[in-house]
């Protein structure tokens, strides 16, 4: 029982980070796949042709919506989910 109280308990992690994700838009769908990818704002702004700034608000709603406190929280956070960016 409690080796299925224990899955239960990460099934349910597993789906609330699912859901965070799903709340992202398709925007900052991309800019997390930027920032897991190890690329600086600027680059990101360059690619999708904006300004930095922009993708700073993006990469802050990020950080917001899927309630990570660091860059290193939101990697963990991705790890689990196992949302981890192609190699490049």
Known sequence: MSKDRKRRE???R??????R??????????????VLTGKPNKQIAFEFGVSEQTVKIH????????????LADLVRLAGR???YPPKV
Do not use: F, P, W, Y
């Open 81 to 83: 989910i196992n949302i």
């Open 21 to 34: 994700v799903q709340s992202l838009t398709l925007r900052e769908r991309e800019v997390l796949v930027g």
């Open 10 to 12: 990460k099934d349910e």
């Open 59 to 70: 990469r802050a709603h990020v950080m917001e919506k899927m309630e990570a406190k660091s």
């Open 14 to 19: 597993i789906n609330r980070i699912q859901q």
